[in-house]
């Protein structure tokens, strides 16, 4: 009996746009039958996008997937690709019946978070997932309705079974029949968005998984990005052992090629993607989620305040990497109060990464502004920031650039920012990395490039002195961020404790921090929630990002003792 020969298709999708999704899987489909595979395997949701959130709700919505579907295993069939059994992503639906009511009428109609088997130019088999997560960024519950079907295919005479995505995160469900089917392999699709250390726990939960059903598990996972969600690929096959048989590189769209070969046999091996260090993956899934948010929302270019200071730069060469330097603008908006040594590390940056560059003073402004409406203190610091918001939207209206906020995820926690100023702008690329990951993340550009990584002679884009200078936002003589806030290491600290870890006042104190330090870091993250909601997007890398997974009521008084 010959080896089937299995594809896994990881690929960049669009939510909404079917058409283009189902060119996508046409054409990975040709590219996998030109590597000779039996099976190629699509990730979770690819002819719609993910997520599509309530867009399944509509009717007309899922009515233009089944179409879309119908007409890619047409196509397939008319490429002479029929023979080629095609599992993708979709939305499928049912009617749902009260289950107090038995042999009640249809119910309406929900949606279905679906796998669909495409062969011989029809839809052969479909399988809804049935575990739908409720946490997180997930919002499944709500939204679908689950299945209740195994799902089992025939592939040149071998039974694969098939799941989706959080149908291998719980126990029980489709997996724990698996082993009564008796399979010879796993597939799994997914569109599993990325969060820093969750790679391993994907490969170790999948190895679980296999010495379950006694069989490999292919592991086939989305790339690319969507809203402020990014996801890093990685796809893998893993054997009952929990050795890695093959894995697919991230961040990039990747066809993996895999034989399942006898079950009596020792199985196939192939190549092994390495893994990423920490912090180049963490820079790299900016880069996806900046390109994404880009690219799929219409823009081509990006402007942004290049200040000269470090998050500002880092913003800088993310940008760069993600669209090309070319199509970045940096605009430096110095005032009375703005160092010369400020100024010439932004102008040194955008010579660096190839940028737009532009100097526009903001001193006439705020002094009309002024002459109009007397102002001193914060208001007028604020002022600053503000008309720097204002010219920079000016630029976007004109010119057509997205604008990007460049404010990190420890400004954010304890409101040291200003609204309608520096928090101005389409999306925020560094919104979920703190200050101390912002150095440790420009360091390591800059030694990736002395390195090669992004080609060869490159300088590091980032200017030496943004890094080792002290952060100052520069709205008054002498100003350092230390003035308003704890040392940075410090603050961090007990960011992540209380904001991503959920610790309390009593624990912080326990851990040894300074009671007044504790006191006023907790007063600033919570008074700060009004403003975080007004900030925009950004890519979500850890386990607990503002916006996404951080819901606190905005005026909650309420305190742990």
Partial sequence: MPSPRIALAQIDTRVGDVDANARAVLDWARTAAQAGADLVVFPE??????????????????????????????ALADEGLGDLAVLVGTVGEKSVTPVHEPGAPDGPRRPTNQAVLLQHGQVQVRYDKHHLPNYGVFDEYRIFA?????????????????????????????????????????????????????????????ARRAHEVEAPVAYVNLVGAQD????????????????????????????????LLGDDDAPATGPVAPPLSPDEEVYRALVTGLRGYVT????????????GGIDSALVAAIAADAIGGENV??????????????????????????????VQPIGPMVDAFESELPLDGLAAENLQARIRGVILMA??????????????????????????????????????????????????????????????????????????????????PGQVDQDSLPPYEILDEVLDAYVENAEGRAELLARGFDPAVVDKVLTLVDRAEWKRRQYPPGTKVTALAFGRDRRLPITTQWREP
């Fill in 45 to 74: 949701m690819t002819l719609t996008g993910y997520p599509i959130e309530d867009l399944a709700l509509r009717a007309s919505f899922r009515r233009g997937a089944e179409a879309a579907l119908q007409r890619t295993a047409a």
């Fill in 146 to 206: 689950g299945g209740d079907d195994v799902c089992v295919i025939d592939v040149l005479g071998r039974r694969v079974g098939v799941v989706i995505c959080e149908d291998i995160w719980q126990d029980g469900g489709p997996v724990s029949q698996m082993d009564e089917n008796e399979v010879s392999l796993l597939v799994v699709l997914n569109a599993s968005p990325y969060e820093e250390g969750k790679g391993h726990q994907r490969v170790e939960l999948a």
């Fill in 228 to 259: 402020d969600l990014v996801f890093d690929g990685g796809s893998f096959v893993i054997a009952t052992d929990g050795t890695v048989l093959t894995r697919a590189p991230q961040f990039v769209e990747h066809l993996l090629v895999w034989d």
């Fill in 296 to 307: 799929k929302n219409g823009f081509r270019s990006v402007v942004f305040g290049m200040s």
């Fill in 329 to 358: 603008v940096g605009v430096s908006m110095p005032s009375v109060y703005s160092s010369e040594h400020s100024k010439d590390d932004a102008a040194d940056l955008a010579k660096r990464i190839g940028a737009d560059y532009r």
């Fill in 395 to 476: 630029i976007s209206n004109s010119e057509g650039h997205l604008v990007l906020a460049p404010g990190n995820k420890t400004e954010l926690a304890v409101g040291y920012s200003t609204i309608y100023g520096d928090a101005v702008g389409g999306f925020g690329p560094i919104k979920d990395i703190d200050k101390s990951r912002v150095w440790a993340l420009a360091r390591w550009r800059n030694n990736a490039a002395l390195d090669g990584v992004f080609g060869p002679d490159e300088l590091p884009p980032i200017p030496e002195s943004s890094i080792t200078k002290p952060p100052s936002a520069e709205l008054r």
